[in-house]
T-cell receptor, first 114, second 117 residues
């Protein structure tokens, strides 16, 4: 059974700092890994999708890496802003197709204060 | 970009009544939609996989007779919480996979906050 763990559970940083969120998964047979952002009481916004054959993806100030063999991914946020405050969720699709089950981590609650 | 619409965003109902939640893919076809529930300060737990034209696949521990799923078209899936009880109060979120785009991310609705009194 796939298990996804995110560390830390919560993070508070001053504006402008660079930060790293960590995600680990127990079953390395993943199809892809996705990072999401969730604002309070809202649905999920997809930030980055990394296929199992890829090592990293970048979008603006966000960079996500994937080390499938060790079961780890990191989300790097550069020059953090108060608007980045949200819960960040890591999720993996396990199995050979994109229609496999999506297993979520517990999330990291990020607060960026001015 | 792809949009998934979920309705209603909030619903309050009395214990014993049924509530229907709709999930629509607005600008793409989705043969597969997923339903999740999220308890406060917890992550999303997959409840069931909804397949157009066939029966939904439920995760272990999810009662199929309590959470009825109907995926009648390529753009609409519904989740009906039957005979709701206070313990069913939760945040329900759907997601849809764009047909024919295996490498695309899942798109999520904005969720439905269900409160059963």
């Amino acid at each position: 059974k796939q298990e996804v763990t995110q560390i830390p559970a919560a993070l508070s940083v001053p504006e402008g700092e660079n930060l790293v969120l960590n995600c680990s998964f127990t079953d390395s047979a993943i199809y892809n890994l996705q990072w999401f952002r969730q604002d309070p009481g809202k649905g999920l916004t997809s930030l980055l999708l990394i296929q199992s054959s890829q090592r990293e993806q970048t979008s603006g100030r966000l960079n996500a890496s994937l080390d499938k063999s060790s079961g780890r991914s990191t989300l790097y946020i550069a020059a953090s802003q108060p608007g980045d405050s949200a819960t960040y969720l890591c999720a993996v699709v396990t199995g050979g197709t994109s229609y496999g089950k999506l297993t979520f981590g517990q999330g990291t609650i990020l607060t960026v204060h001015p | 970009g792809a949009v998934v619409s979920q309705h209603p965003s909030r619903v309050i109902c009395k214990s014993g009544t049924s509530v229907k939640i709709e999930c629509r893919s607005l600008d793409f076809q989705a043969t597969t939609m997923f339903w999740y529930r999220q308890f406060p300060k917890q992550s999303l737990m997959l409840m069931a996989t909804s397949n157009e034209g066939s029966k939904a696949t439920y995760e272990q521990g999810v009662e199929k007779d309590k959470f009825l799923i109907n995926h009648a078209s390529l753009t609409l899936s519904t989740l009906t919480v039957t005979s709701a009880h206070p313990e069913d109060s939760s945040f329900y979120i759907c997601s849809a996979h764009r047909l024919g785009r295996d490498n695309s991310p899942l798109h999520f609705g904005n969720g439905t906050r269900l409160t059963v009194t």
